[in-house]
């Protein structure tokens, strides 16, 4: 599979904005609702960072977020800003949520891409950008007290997440198509998935009752008076 052997280099300055997008939004969060410094701190590097964590955790590797020197001063600088400047952040909501859609492709791409890299099968692949992508805030809204975010309907999160996550480990997989622009499509399509569930109020999926649904449209047939 050329998938363990073409690797994607993501450069480390777009990794890192992928990082300060998610502690800004998790350190926002917490200014919100008027934490600590204590609080703002740990909601930052939850969601810069706590995707990746899990990721590494699950592949029974190092963890980049504590090995790279990079990754924690970064998000330490991340959570400052949204310490102090908090009501200026909150004037840019339209632009954070733009760059919220973008990590949240980029994240699924690093997440499926390691696990092609480590040879694990297609599910888990899947599996793992996911986890990437959402893990973070999951983290964040256990913290937080709260009912998971991508649990609930609502703007496509972890289900943009999941499609981007197998359309790259298919593509790349399987098919054997080149990874760059593979992961290109990737990235645009879970943050155009994301960014359109925003703004046109779709939501995800919830579970139905097929057979209580079958049967109901069975029944007003039934009753419909021939004409």
Do not use: C, H
Not at 123 to 140: E, K, N
């Amino acid at each position: 599979m050329s998938a363990t052997a073409d690797v994607l280099r993501i450069p480390v300055a777009v990794d890192l904005a992928a990082v300060v997008v998610g502690a800004l939004t998790g350190g926002l969060l917490a200014a919100r609702e008027g934490f600590a410094l204590s609080g703002v701190l740990l909601l930052a590097v939850t969601g810069g960072l706590g995707g990746g964590l899990i990721r590494d955790a699950l592949m029974g590797v190092p963890a980049v977020a504590v090995t790279n020197p990079a990754y924690l001063p970064t998000v330490g600088v991340a959570a400052m800003v949204t310490f102090f400047f908090a009501g200026w952040l909150n004037r840019t909501t339209g632009l954070l949520t733009g760059l919220d859609a973008l990590t949240l492709g980029f994240f699924t791409v690093i997440g499926a891409q390691k696990a092609q890299n480590a040879g694990l099968p297609v599910a888990s692949v899947v599996f793992l950008g996911v986890a990437t992508a959402v893990g973070g805030a999951v983290i964040r809204d256990v913290l937080l007290a709260q009912r998971a975010d991508i649990v609930q309907p609502g703007p496509y999160n972890a289900v943009a997440a999941l499609i981007g996550a197998s359309l790259l480990a298919v593509l790349s997989g399987p098919l054997d198509l080149p990874l760059l622009p593979v992961a290109a499509a990737t990235i645009a399509l879970v943050a155009g998935l994301r960014l359109l569930s925003v703004r046109r109020g779709w939501s995800a999926p919830v579970a139905i009752d097929l057979p209580l649904r079958a049967r109901t449209r069975w029944s007003g047939r039934r009753r419909r008076p021939e004409g």
